[in-house]
């Protein structure tokens, strides 16, 4: 396969810039109401409007009742057993577009069944109906299994009104800070760039509507974000802020979506301040051009609130309105411009801004030739997520039967960070593996993504299956054994020097590098890694900016795992593969970007086709320099690497 293919779904995090996979399936939250069918498209996924769409066992019960003339567009889509009580009950004619969602956020296919949940009882009916209210919130410790790996865990409990707006110009208070609400009429225009030179991912989408909303005047302001108690960061620090200001106001406050930026910025540039200034954040997952088509309205894109690269409406591309770009959904550097729909507590699939929660990992379990996280059984599998290359449909048994795509084998892991699947024939695959939280994680493959796969994965219900029956099977540890010496058992807390190597497949001469290409996927910037015995480097570079990511001494273990520690001390990690076309790809431990993952090419400093992004192209083509200072990810909290070892079983690892 073409290697361009794929370059156009890379993405980014804060300088660092994650390579995403993107799902190609559009949801628009009008036309007949938010509909998901499997809970998330990916790959190709699938392509709904219109209906009620309820897919694998989800219950409605209580369903949307409306009294008074109040209207119900769009429904609530519930996916693969989320239970929906209560669904929307709007009394009095305000319009409630969507049920709740239960715990966990975005409703995912085969997910926890949702306890308490934001779940939509009827609210109270103020002045002509518009008042609504929301009951249950998050249940702290409740894990919402959704596709895309919402995991609302140690959330919020109780009762959070919502009121909804009055019909102009406003002003909330949250302690001593003022937020100034524009209310935009709604109405319909064409989203994208329309004339000049527009970039590649803003190709124009005619006829697009916006329901009416308030938006912030202003980017939120580092006084209110003090005022709420929280800290400006990722995207989910902005999820947070809207929640937040939701509890104190009352009123539904969420991430802006990109159609919801566009159309005052085109529309009533007057009402709004600051633009055209800096990055926003926009609750859109990325994809190299709009998810939606003409005709949508209040268009959400794919995989509502999924834990994957999000949009950012960027100032430094295009004509500053219609410009965008990706971000690594734990990156940082976008501002937060806050909205609330002012006729509907929520568009149509919209989730609850208290919902949406970062993943929580599992506890780590003790290093085994068998990761008990695996195993699904009979009723549960693991499936292809939200961002991937390839076909993921995976069943695992305790005893190491195993069903990939079809084909019956066994399973056993190395060291936690790599699962390996042995076909009854055929040869077996390596998936280098993190895992999320308990329900989702992130693999790639030593198969590539011609025959392996590359992605997001995501447990999901199974019906009706039953267990083959192996003619030869064996335990983890003599699997393992027969794979061969990567395989091997190491102690990962205390790695021995006996266990660190240099894959020789990842060191490269003075005259070529490592490359990543972004320039199919809409992005200013490009990766580069040069790699020699005595020093690793691997830099982002922007517009001739060099920022290094990492960068110092290194080893691997077991061709699998990949550490690069600064002289002064940063340490950087990542697991890794290389498949037999010559793609080296890398998963990142950072916390940053945490299971996010690229890929790269051989490039040659002279002859390389380094794209017309690199400006100048020598910041592209020249070798990173040695013996530079320590990343500046360094001083910062949240920086570091997020690997967690196996601790070895009782008796050491063997």
Known sequence: MKANRYLGLLSCAAMPIAFALTASGCQSGGNGGASESGGTTSSGGSNNEGGNSNTGGSSNTGGSSNTGGSSNTGGSSNTGGSSNTGGSNDTGGASVARGGSGSGGMVGTGGAKPTGGVTASGGAAGTAGRTTSRTGGTVGGTTGSGVGGNTAQGGSTGTVPTTLPPGEDFTDKVGSASVEMVYIPGGTFTLGCESGTCDPDTSPVENITVSPYHIMKTEAAKALWTAAGLTEGTWYDCMALACELG?????????????????????????????????????????????????????????????????????????????????????????????????????????????????????????????????????????????????????????????????????????????????????????????????????????????????????????????????????????????????????????????????????????????????????????????????????????????????????????????????????????????????????????????????????????GSFPATCVPTTSCSTELAKGAAQPFYATMADGGSTFVPAKCPEGGCK
Not at 347 to 371: H, Q, T
Not at 432 to 456: E, H, K, N
């Open 247 to 607: 509890k104190q106001t009352g009123h539904a406050y969420r991430v802006m979506t990109e159609a919801e930026f566009e159309y005052p910025a085109k529309k009533h540039l007057d009402k709004l301040s600051g633009i055209s200034a800096t990055e926003e954040w926009a609750f859109n997952s990325w994809e190299t051009k709009y998810s939606c088509k003409p005709g949508d309205v209040d268009p959400l894109g794919p995989t509502p609130g999924a834990h994957t690269q999000k949009t950012r409406r960027d100032k430094a591309t295009g004509d500053k309105i219609t410009g965008r770009l990706i971000r690594s959904i734990d990156g940082i550097g976008p501002k937060c411009r806050l909205t609330i729909s002012a006729k509907t507590e929520y568009p149509p699939g919209y989730p609850s801004a208290c919902s949406i929660k970062p993943p929580v990992l599992c506890p780590e379990p003790e290093n085994s030739y068998r990761d008990p996280r695996w195993v699904t059984g009979n009723d549960a599998k693991w499936k292809t997520g939200a961002i991937a290359i390839g076909k993921f449909d995976l069943q695992v048994w305790d005893d190491g039967t195993a069903v990939m795509n079809g084909k019956t084998g066994q399973w056993f892991t190395s060291n936690n960070i790599a699962f390996v699947f042995v076909p009854s024939s055929g040869s077996s695959v390596k998936y280098p593996y993190m895992f999320l939280d308990c329900d989702q994680g992130s693999v790639i493959s030593d198969a590539g993504f011609t025959t392996g796969f590359i992605g997001r994965f995501e447990k999901t219900t199974a019906t009706g299956t039953t267990k083959p029956t192996l003619s030869d099977p064996k335990s983890g540890e003599e699997l393992a054994a027969a794979a061969g010496a990567d395989f091997k058992m190491v102690d990962m807390e205390n790695i021995p020097e006996s266990a660190k190597g240099q894959d020789p497949r990842l060191i490269d001469t003075t005259s070529d590098c490592w490359f990543q290409n972004n320039q199919s996927a809409g992005g200013t910037h490009n990766y580069r890694k040069d790699v020699e015995k005595d020093e690793f480097r691997f830099a982002v570079i922007d517009k001739g900016q060099i920022v290094m990511l990492a960068n110092g001494n290194w080893f691997t273990v077991n061709n699998t795992f990949l550490h690069i520690q600064h002289p002064d001390g940063y340490v950087a990690e990542y697991l890794y593969a290389v498949d037999s076309n010559g793609y080296f790809f890398h998963d990142s431990y950072m916390a940053y970007e945490r299971a996010d993952f690229r890929m790269f090419q051989k490039y040659n400093n002279a002859t």
